[in-house]
């Protein structure tokens, strides 16, 4: 058949049916068919609604959806209908967490990430801002109705119909401290619940824009650094959490936020769980089901929706959930059915359009109307899914207009998706916040796919070989000559200079155990590592690791974008979310194979400084090149840029202090813990900072001291506990 040149030159350029990936619900790439699955998108409106009118009565739902159903499509279609009031709602969308251990600080994250980069109204204000204003108002009003003050009145209801008049407003030292004053005691009035420490950022944020970053990553859960710490006002102590102690310390926070959404929101917040597929481990569904029990027990403003492969609910999830978060769920428990024959021609026309619009075709199903009977009999055959649709219609495509394009093969298809994603990635880099979990899976599926021509050989990468707090992976590395040598990977996203040295001591520690041992430290550069004279122990720390033959990577926007791209690309794989041209999805072995072949640091320098370095580790020339380097005598920085007063000078005295003043140090540290309590190893961290000690030693010494000091002993570890 003849086609139109004009058609089909923009049909080779922009084939509207050549389907890679799902993609990001909260990004519409492409025309929306409204009637398919009307029934669902309708009975989960209504459930909002009855959330937003009841929200004390708890709610949660599922959507159940093969392969290709639509199911990230219908959070997208949820997410444009919130953002029209039909019916309004705030979201958080939610890919799988990585780290059981970390699951309530990655939905405190991923739910305050969500509700800052969400505006509504023309005047493009978030969530947040909108509360802040209403509770601002609500001070006021109450201030106008003490003193009768009409002016007063007057700016209560400029701020409550604007709420980011109330945070843009230019307070004078005066008012802005009294105000400070009545925010306080207003919402301790009526919120004795509140976290202590959540209120006094509020407040902060309320009245000070030059504090609202800080006070933000607070928000999120970080472990801000001491100068963050003190331009809010507030102790640092998440610096030497627990990991137990964060975790609760992010429940309290989504509670707290909860109880503000609640009570000043106009809307509940969504979290939309996606691709659970990548769920697997007994800790991991064990986790999610605590994510689960909280929202149903503990929430008021918030509603979960998760969506599941039908056969991954039945044999993974349904099985290992409670039984009464299962009876919740199903409760509300809706099935995508997928496309009618009219429907199905609907998408083809939409998609038709997108591409074609402008140019003059003889209908709006052309090029397929030239051979109507071959069209009417592929659609109608056995037609399951939305993806089902436009596969066929691609193959058709072909078929029918004799265009001579070669199927993409697997890899093809993989390479085409994994630019696409970093494009996204970098197009809405603020969707993603730096991500501890995901840059480590990123770096696992690299490692644990090299070819054989790589330069070196991975035999062994997990977290086994030395169980290391602070190590994300220790690898065991062969390399051409057949030496064998361990490689700490140390990722880092902190923003404290505790932690961060606390995760270079690790790896200097490791290294110090065996020569052909190496520490490779990877950050992201969205999370500062400032240059001398600050953090002067932590910038030592690093060149140690450095001067011993270890090596620094750190990620800029472009190489970032890389690795959270491939880490996202492998949740879509086991999600079933990227298919070949005929239908069939991409498989984990062929994932595995794309990144073998594909990816390395030639083709991508994203991945370079990471492959050259472990090239050339077995010759040892990077640590001997350091020894080679003439040492330079320790010297201070310049007297007009002192050091940070937060952190210990380099290079700190190593002293033998008596046991009593070790149990006296020991003391004054846990004084400053609001739980007066700290895991040993965490002790002995802060300890050697300016002494040389060692768990077991800190822990026998103790022993002595037991009228101040409790020993509280787990299997893996031991807690401290200050009398």
């Not at 209908?81 to 967490?97: D, E, N, R, T, V």
């Not at 109450?142 to 109330?166: C, G, H, N």
């Not at 004799?402 to 085409?416: G, R, S, Y």
Request: aromatic share 8%; with cysteine; proline share 5%.
């Amino acid at each position: 058949m003849q086609l139109d040149p004009t058609i089909r030159k923009q049909l080779l350029a922009n084939n509207p049916f050549s389907f890679s990936a799902a993609g990001d619900p909260r990004e519409n790439d492409y025309p929306d068919v409204e009637g398919i699955d009307q029934e669902v998108t309708q009975s989960i409106s209504q459930l909002i609604e009855q959330k937003q009118k009841q929200p004390g009565i708890p709610r949660a739902a599922i959507v159940l959806g093969e392969t290709g159903s639509g199911k990230t499509h219908m959070i997208g279609r949820l997410i444009k209908a919130g953002s029209k009031g039909k019916p309004p709602f705030s979201f958080a969308y939610l890919q799988p967490f990585i780290d059981p251990n970390c699951a309530f600080r990655y939905l405190l994250k991923e739910i305050v990430s969500n509700l800052y980069s969400t505006s509504y109204s023309n005047e493009k204000y978030s969530q947040i801002d909108y509360v802040s204003g209403q509770i601002i108002a609500k001070v006021l009003f109450k201030v106008a109705e003490r003193y009768s003050d009409d002016k007063i009145f007057k700016i209560a209801r400029t701020f409550q119909a604007s709420p980011l008049k109330a945070l843009k407003r230019k307070y004078t030292p005066k008012d802005r401290e009294k105000l400070l004053q009545l925010t306080k005691n207003f919402l301790k009035d009526n919120h004795d619940e509140l976290n202590v420490n959540f209120l006094h950022v509020l407040r902060q944020y309320f009245f000070f824009e030059e504090k609202r970053r800080a006070a933000r990553h607070w928000f999120m859960g970080k472990a801000i650094d001491q100068e963050d710490c003190e331009l809010l006002g507030i102790r640092d102590y998440r610096s030497t959490q627990t990991p137990e102690a964060a975790e609760e310390e992010a429940r309290q926070i989504l509670l707290s936020l909860d109880l503000i959404l609640n009570t000043y929101g106009d809307r509940p917040l969504i979290v939309f769980f996606d691709q659970l597929e990548n769920l697997t481990t007994k800790e991991q569904l064990g986790k999610f089901n605590q994510l689960l029990q909280f929202f149903c027990d503990r929430t008021r403003a918030m509603m979960p929706i998760s969506f599941f492969r039908g056969d991954e609910w039945n044999d993974n999830f349904r099985v290992n959930l409670d039984h009464q978060i299962v009876t919740r769920l199903e409760g509300n428990e809706f099935l995508l059915k997928g496309c009618t024959q009219n429907q199905a021609k609907e998408i083809i026309r939409s998609r038709l359009d997108m591409v074609l619009s402008g140019i003059q075709r003889p209908d709006s199903l052309y090029p397929f109307s030239v051979d109507a009977k071959e069209f009417e009999r592929v659609i109608d055959h056995q037609v399951k899914s939305p993806r089902d649709v436009i596969n066929r219609a691609n193959q058709l495509l072909f078929s029918i207009t004799e265009i001579d394009i070669e199927v993409d093969t697997p890899h093809q298809v993989l390479a085409k998706t994994f630019s696409n994603k970093i494009a996204k990635i970098l197009a809405n880099f603020d969707h993603f916040e730096p991500d501890e979990g995901r840059l480590t899976l990123a770096l696992q599926l690299y490692l644990n796919n090299r070819p054989e021509n790589a330069g070196y050989t991975v035999e062994q990468l997990d977290e086994s070989l030395e169980k290391i707090k602070f190590i994300d992976l220790v690898g065991r590395l062969r390399s051409i000559d057949g030496s064998v040598y361990k490689v700490a990977f140390l990722i880092d996203v902190e923003l404290h200079f505790r932690t961060v040295g606390a995760s270079l001591r690790r790896g200097i520690a490791l290294m110090q155990k065996k020569e052909k041992n190496r520490a490779v430290f990877i950050r992201d550069m969205r999370c500062p590592f400032p240059e001398l004279p600050k953090w002067p122990a932590t910038n030592q720390r690093l060149q140690e690791i450095e001067d011993a033959g270890g090596s620094k990577i750190f990620l800029d926007t472009e190489a970032a974008a890389h690795w959270y791209a491939l880490a996202l690309l492998k949740f879509d794989v086991e999600a079933g979310d990227v298919s070949c041209e005929d239908g069939t999805s991409i498989t984990r072995p062929q994932f595995n194979a794309f990144i073998r072949d594909c990816l390395n640091g030639k083709a991508f320098p994203a991945f370079a400084k990471l492959d050259d370095y472990l090239k050339a580790i077995p010759d040892g020339s990077s640590k001997k090149a350091a020894e080679a380097k003439p040492k330079k005598k320790a010297t201070s920085p310049p007297k007009s840029t002192p050091p940070s007063k937060h952190e210990q000078p380099d290079n700190p005295p190593v002293t033998k202090p008596s046991s009593e003043e070790i149990a006296q140090m020991a003391g004054e540290i846990l004084k400053q813990i609001p739980v007066r309590m700290l895991k040993a190893d965490l002790l002995v961290d802060k300890l050697s900072e300016k002494h040389s000690i060692n768990t077991d030693k800190l822990l026998h010494l103790l022993e002595d001291y037991h009228e101040q000091f409790t020993l509280i002993r787990a299997t893996d570890h031991t807690i401290i506990k200050l009398k």
